[in-house]
């Protein structure tokens, strides 16, 4: 092995950090025989059984082995040593959707072509019986073509987390994407949920804010319980439509 030059299991050498998580970081890595690209997530296995983690890490590698789909990131395989996981990712060349939409509102017809590839590959999670939980323009990135992969199903779940009244239970997801039932904590249908940040989605692509915001977090999640939001006057007739329709008001 070359001086300074990482190679994990002599398969993969490692290279930049591309991004950081809660509990991971993601490096850029090339196969050494192919010279293939790959993004690999290096997981700390202590701090994960720390922090009582380590099911839902479990859960991340089956469901990401269940949703094979052009808009979903693919996991090509799991490694561990005695004190890491290594997840072995496609690797997905253009950022985070939300570098792009931090530097303003997308054209309609882009908005149009990412929401699409969204809704077909959270349509299959759904017919496989997974829910994201935790979809956000953070969680969304662009390939080199420009099309959409879901990534980070970190908090997601499958129908195994479903109580005995079929609703998921655990409160997760990111405020301002999060809808009002998970927010009431008495249960929701997480497909629906998935849907509702979805919209939240496509309101920010088209807007270049988010539609519910308020310093004061309670003020906000009131304005999720009413779905009280406005559409900016460039939202032509169809996204106007917009229905945030909560089963709670
Ligand atoms: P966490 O579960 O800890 O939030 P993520 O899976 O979201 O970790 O990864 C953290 C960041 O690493 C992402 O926001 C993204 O910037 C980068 N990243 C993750 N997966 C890939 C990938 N397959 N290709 C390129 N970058 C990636
Ligand atoms: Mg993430």
Not at 9 to 36: D, P, Q
Not at 106 to 124: C, G, N, T, V
Not at 170 to 192: I, M
Request: charged share 30%; aromatic share 10%; proline share 4%.
């Amino acid at each position: 092995m070359e001086e300074g030059r990482h190679v994990l299991f002599g398969k993969y050498e490692m290279g930049r950090l591309l991004g950081k998580g809660t509990f991971a970081k993601v490096y850029y890595g090339k196969h050494i025989v192919s010279g293939e690209s790959v993004a690999i997530k290096v997981v700390n296995k202590d701090q994960v059984k720390r922090e009582g983690m380590m099911e839902q890490i479990q859960r991340e590698i089956s469901v990401m082995r269940l949703v094979r789909h052009p808009n979903i990131v693919e996991l090509k395989e799991v490694m561990a040593t005695k004190t890491k996981i290594f997840f072995v990712m496609e690797y997905v060349k253009g950022g985070e959707l939300f570098a792009k939409v931090a530097r303003g509102k997308l054209k309609e017809d882009l908005a149009r072509k990412y929401f699409q590839q969204l809704i077909s590959a959270i349509d299959f999670c759904h017919s496989r019986g997974v829910s994201h939980r935790d979809l956000k323009p953070e969680n969304l990135l662009l390939d080199e073509n420009e099309d959409l992969k879901i990534s980070d199903f970190g908090l997601s779940a499958l129908p195994e987390q479903l109580r005995n009244d079929g609703l998921l239970h655990t409160q997760c997801g990111t405020p301002s994407y999060v809808a009002p039932e998970v927010l009431r904590k008495k249960g929701y249908d997480g497909s629906k949920a998935d849907i509702w940040s979805c919209g939240v989605i496509l309101y920010v692509l088209l807007a270049g804010f988010l539609p519910f915001q308020d310093e004061n977090l309670m003020k906000m999640y009131r304005k999720i319980f009413k779905a009280q939001f406005e559409c900016p006057p460039w939202f032509s007739a169809e996204p106007k439509r917009l229905d945030f329709q909560t089963s709670c008001s």
